[in-house]
């Protein structure tokens, strides 16, 4: 496996932010190849860090052939390792198509309320993003991100903040909007205090899957506090997960009334969807936080490209 140390950052002290600055080390031309790659960040806990991101790409691809990218983020507790061995194992078509990319989180946790990180996780998901997008084998207009559990909260984030045109695809797997993202009057920006108070507007013309099991003791699915999540001040408020998705899709343009019953049912799996697809909610009856595994690779490269409805 290869190791490539591509971008170098700095901190501005006196606000305590991260910038990261790309300072990529190869030619226009050069194609992307499977292996480790690193993000240098600094910020309140560390300076000059080197955050992982590992890459994997087909076996088969031609040269020259342009790919789409799929990130994916882990859970807490989770590493960028284990989440590529166990997606690459569910999902051999993905690996045959698409350029796979497993970010590490800062002490295997994701910065959105209270986690051991306090990195700056919006910009080093946005450069790894643009440091792919000048390799001549990527698609850089075909980019897709999911996040489980504190990745899908980071998806969110991202999805709520992120002005980056190269995302076409947001995958929330088991935690739908959380009370500070979305606290019944707007979403909301995190902030460098994590004190989300500025209200923000979405980019539109996104396309967003969640996936959320009925019986999630961690992610409540009809929202209210965690038993687990810490937050400031208690425990970390969800939103209905059902809520969650109906207030994406108004986002996005969907203008009618908030779906009562699911689009269509399939065993255990409840589906609604707005806008034709673009917006759709996975509904699991009997599923906890291990829910993510009721979504087949099928669905999942069926939403990718389009064709689920």
Known sequence: MEVFVVMTGFRIHFYLIALTVAIPFWSTGDELKSGEFFTQQSWSQETDFDRLWLVNLPQNAEPGQKLPVFLFLHGNGGNARAAMMGFLRRHPRMAESYILVFPQGYQKSWNIISERSRANDLGFIEEIIETLATFDNVDPGNFSVMGSSNGA??????????????????????????????????????GAENDYGKKVSPLKGKRILNISGVEDRLVPYNGGPSRVIPAKGGKLPFLDAEESIFLWARQMGYQGEKLSKPTRAEGDKEIFSYLDGDVIHYKISGAGHGATGALTETELLAFLTGSDQ
Not at 161 to 183: C, M, W
């Open 153 to 190: 909260a980071l998806v969110n984030q991202i999805a709520i903040e992120s002005k980056n045109p190269r995302i076409l695809n947001y995958i929330t797997a088991v935690s739908q909007l959380n009370g500070f993202q979305h606290d019944g009057t707007g979403f909301k920006a995190k």
